[in-house]
């Protein structure tokens, strides 16, 4: 079964960057969907961006302008790049895949800190 890792966060300024990684074990064209979700303390996880196997992107209101999703076919892995981060994108960021059947893979999670 194809497994997820997700990698790249951590304790960050208000205003900088960050590079989130999500590499799969196998191919990414195996999914309908990958993105990305975050789940900050005590709020329920939450759509971050996600790009269909096509090419077609969506991004959350909060994200749109800020983030950009982008992959790598040839090496299987899907990449979150955060521009201006403020302090409440503070949260676990999760990589996601979704099968063709609408089975679901998520990653172990990844913590990105905004505080000055």
């Known amino acids: 079964q194809v497994q997820l890792v997700d990698s790249g966060g951590g304790l960050v300024q208000p205003g900088e960057s960050l590079r989130l990684s999500c590499a799969a074990s196998g191919s990414i064209f195996s999914f309908s969907f990958m993105g990305w979700y975050r789940q900050a303390p005590g709020k329920q996880r939450e759509l971050v961006a996600r790009?269909?196997?096509?090419?077609?992107?969506t991004y959350a209101d909060f994200s749109k302008g800020r983030f950009t999703i982008s992959r790598d076919i040839a090496k299987n892995t899907v990449y979150l790049q955060m521009n201006s981060l403020k302090p409440e994108d503070t949260a676990v960021y999760f990589c996601n895949a979704q099968d063709f059947s609408g089975g679901a893979l998520w990653g172990q999670g990844t913590q990105v800190t905004v505080s000055s």
């Open positions: 790009e269909h196997y096509g090419g077609a992107i």
